[in-house]
């Protein structure tokens, strides 16, 4: 039973930003865990063991509550769920795939046009209305997410500037790579849009188990068929798998499945192209790799487009879910 608390209710910018701002943090580390395993182990198999063991650290948390609240769910939220696991399952095999095939930055410039998706359909099917500053706040937040994508094939060489990789996206044998770093684009703004449809009326820790485990035995099969083996790898490989699915998806992606039930699936799309602005940061303070001008520029810009989407995007006080 879901009840509001009236002594609990904060204004709520400062709550989803700060929910927000933690999962953006925590899905920019992402691509070094992925880089690092992907030196010896297949992308598939990533993938598969990513959403395996976040499953795992979500099943005591989903079985908790569903001891507490026991729930019969209906056509249309089994319906939701199983979109909602199979959108993801499917983006993570697309997205991670495409890096074997493409440079980080193409694909990077096209998995970040998910809130693009998000925005054009979420009227029509989640009935919630784009204000202005979504709008303006989209615009300039996914140009400086292409931006910052592109920027590792942007140079300036005796005062001329290009960039050598942005107009060869689905050219030569960069393609294959770039169409699924496109499609997890558009599987990654199919997760978000069920999510939204269903989150308001299922917690947050069986959400997150269910959908999760969706994604994690639909991977698995895909492995299996693939016929890819799981076992026999160093086991550095399987701590930065365990690392991805703790740190990104567990924290990460729950982050943003929690402000789904609060927020309009196309603000919370935008919020993703925080993504590369935080692996910069992390890069910098981790690695010592300074940011180029480029990439400092499109981080204000996504920064800035963040900011202004903010604006009206919520309701004023968020609801505090407590189980009975």
């Not at 099917?125 to 094939?153: D, M, Q, Y």
């Not at 060489?157 to 684009?185: E, R, Y």
Request: charge should be positive.
């Amino acid at each position: 039973m879901r009840e509001v608390i009236p002594d609990k209710q904060v204004d709520n910018r400062a709550k989803y930003l700060a929910g927000l701002f933690a999962g953006i943090l925590a899905v920019s580390t992402a691509s070094f865990f992925i880089r690092f395993a992907q030196q010896e182990v297949p992308s598939l198999v990533i993938a598969a063991g990513r959403m395996t063991f976040a499953t795992l650290l979500m099943l005591p948390f989903g079985l908790a509550e569903l001891k507490r609240n026991p729930t019969a769910f209906n056509k249309k939220q089994i319906f939701h769920l199983g979109f909602a696991g199979a959108a993801l399952g499917m983006h993570f095999a697309a997205w991670i795939t495409s890096l074997e095939y493409t440079s980080i930055a193409s694909s990077v410039v096209l998995v970040t046009t998910a809130p693009l998706w998000v925005a054009l359909v979420s009227p029509a099917l989640l009935k919630e209305r784009l204000t202005k500053p979504v709008v303006i706040g989209l615009l300039i937040a996914l140009v400086g997410g292409i931006i910052v994508g592109g920027s590792g094939s942007c140079s300036t060489v005796q005062g001329k500037f290009t960039c050598s990789g942005i107009g060869d996206l689905f050219a030569g044998s960069h393609s294959l790579g770039n169409l699924l770093a496109f499609a997890g684009a558009l599987l990654s703004g199919a997760y978000l849009i069920a999510g939204r449809k269903v989150r308001n009326t299922i917690s947050l820790p069986l959400y997150t188990l269910i959908v999760y485990g969706i994604a994690a035995f639909l991977l698995s099969m895909m492995v299996v068929l693939k016929g890819d083996k799981v076992t026999g790898y160093a086991t550095i490989s399987y701590v930065w798998v365990l690392a991805l699915a703790l740190i990104p998806q567990a924290v990460g992606h729950t982050a943003f499945n929690w402000a789904l039930k609060y927020l309009p699936a196309a603000f919370v799309s935008i919020a993703l192209l925080g993504e590369p602005v935080g692996t910069i940061i992390l890069a910098a303070l981790l690695l010592h790799e300074a940011p180029t001008f480029l990439e400092m520029m499109g981080g204000l810009m996504v920064l800035i487009g963040i900011a202004v989407a903010t604006r009206k995007a919520a309701p004023k006080k968020i609801e505090y879910e407590k189980s009975q």
